[in-house]
T-cell receptor, first 112, second 114 residues
Framework: QKEVEQNSGPLSVPEGAIASLNCTYS??????FFWYRQYSGKSPELIMS????GDKEDGRFTAQLNKASQYVSLLIRDSQPSDSATYLC????????????FGAGTRLAVHP | DAGVIQSPRHEVTEMGQEVTLRCKPI?????LFWYRQTMMRGLELLIY????????DSGMPEDRFSAKMPNASFSTLKIQPSEPRDSAVYFC????????????FGSGTRLTVV
């Protein structure tokens, strides 16, 4: 069973702080990982992808991947109330299947 | 680019009725995915297509569900007969390669079976 695990939250942070979202996965053969943001009542929106060990930065977002620990994280710097949403971690898995398996998502609340 | 287009946005139907959900992927995307999202189970992959061919339907819950992709610009997900436990938001997503570029999701169809 391929699994992606996330803490459901809510994770509450003050405006301007760093929000840290975490995700673990079960399949060591996993290749690619993605972070999606989903506002209430809306569809998931891709915000970051990461394929190699290490950090990848895009604006206020930094994705981190550690394949040895089977761990993916997303850091949001200078958090804004508009960042309040559910963040979904997703990964592709070994076996030649080009499909994304999603975690249950972490709800982030940024309060002024 | 209009993105992934799904219809209808909302569907309310009575138990036992047939329901058909529709999806138009982004032009040039070779992969199309159908997901279902509920509070209890999150986003579940139902089936996906590559170049209009079904590749993996292991997530289809039972024989009441079927999906087709007659051409590169259109796919349907059909539930017959529908049951209250099928109530969920159904998303269609497409991707250029299904691996490196992630997916683009449509706006979803909120299905309520009463």
């Amino acid at each position: 069973q391929k699994e992606v695990e996330q803490n459901s939250g809510p994770l509450s942070v003050p405006e301007g702080a760093i929000a840290s979202l975490n995700c673990t996965y079960s399949d060591r053969g996993s290749q690619s990982f993605f972070w999606y943001r989903q506002y209430s009542g809306k569809s998931p929106e891709l915000i970051m992808s990461i394929y190699s060990n290490g950090d990848k930065e895009d604006g206020r977002f930094t994705a981190q991947l550690n394949k040895a620990s089977q761990y993916v994280s997303l850091l949001i710097r200078d958090s804004q109330p508009s960042d309040s949403a559910t963040y979904l971690c997703a990964g592709t898995f070994s076996g030649g299947y080009n499909k994304l398996i999603f975690g249950a998502g972490t709800r982030l609340a940024v309060h002024p | 680019d209009a993105g992934v287009i799904q219809s209808p946005r909302h569907e309310v139907t009575e138990m036992g009725q047939e329901v058909t959900l529709r999806c138009k992927p982004i032009s040039g995307h070779d992969y199309l995915f159908w997901y279902r999202q509920t509070m209890m189970r999150g986003l579940e992959l139902l089936i996906y297509f590559n170049n209009n061919v079904p590749i993996d339907d292991s997530g289809m819950p039972e024989d009441r569900f079927s999906a087709k992709m007659p051409n590169a610009s259109f796919s349907t997900l059909k539930i017959q007969p529908s049951e209250p436990r099928d109530s969920a938001v159904y998303f269609c997503a497409s991707s250029p390669d299904g691996l490196h570029y992630g997916y683009t999701f449509g706006s979803g169809t909120r299905l309520t079976v009463v």
